[in-house]
C-alpha cells in the first residue's frame, strides 16, 4: 500500500508526471509544517525556498497592492513562480484557517526538475503561461 501522502500528492496537478518512486522521494525530502490561522507563510521580498502543498486547510495570495489573488485549499501548491525566476517572493501567503502544509526546499526541488524531464516541462509551461515575457527553460538540463 502506497504511502498516504504519495497517495495525496497524486491528486496534486504539478505533480501528474511522476511516478510513485519520484512522489516518495518527494515526501522524503520534505517537512509537514503547521501554520495556524493568519499566519504569515511568506512575505514580498523573502527568499523563494520552497514549494508549498496545502495538505488541509486553506492560504490566500495577496499581490503586493493588497489585493486577493488567489484562494488555494488541499491538493494546491504555491511558491513555484520564486523557485523557478530564483528569486524573492513578490506577493503575501497567510493562512486563512488552521493549514498542514508539506514544504518541498528549493535544493530537492530543483533536483526533481533536473531529473525529471516531464516535471521540468510542465513547471516550463506553468512558468511561460504566468510570465509570456523571455524566462529560463527549465527543460533544458541544469534548469
Not at 55 to 71: D, K, Q
Not at 79 to 103: F, K, P, Q, W, Y
Not at 113 to 122: G, M, P, S, V
Not at 133 to 141: C, G, I, K
Request: glycine share 6%.
Amino acid at each position: 500500500m502506497p504511502h498516504s501522502l504519495v497517495q495525496m500528492l497524486r491528486g496534486v496537478p504539478d505533480f501528474s508526471p511522476l511516478d510513485e518512486r519520484s512522489l516518495l522521494a518527494i515526501v522524503g525530502e520534505s517537512l509537514n509544517l503547521f501554520w495556524r490561522a493568519g499566519s504569515l507563510i511568506f512575505e514580498p521580498g523573502q527568499p523563494g525556498d520552497a514549494l508549498y502543498i496545502i495538505l488541509s486547510g486553506e492560504v490566500v495570495i495577496w499581490a503586493e497592492t493588497g489585493e486577493e489573488v488567489a484562494r488555494l485549499r488541499a491538493g494546491d501548491s504555491f511558491g513555484e513562480i520564486s523557485l523557478l525566476l530564483n528569486t524573492v517572493h513578490r506577493r503575501r501567503a497567510n493562512a486563512v484557517c488552521d493549514c498542514e502544509l508539506l514544504v518541498l526546499p528549493k535544493q530537492a526541488f530543483m533536483v526533481m526538475l533536473d531529473t525529471n524531464q516531464r516535471l521540468a516541462e510542465h513547471f516550463d509551461s506553468v512558468l511561460h503561461t504566468r510570465f509570456p515575457e523571455p524566462v529560463p527553460d527549465l527543460s533544458q538540463a541544469g534548469a
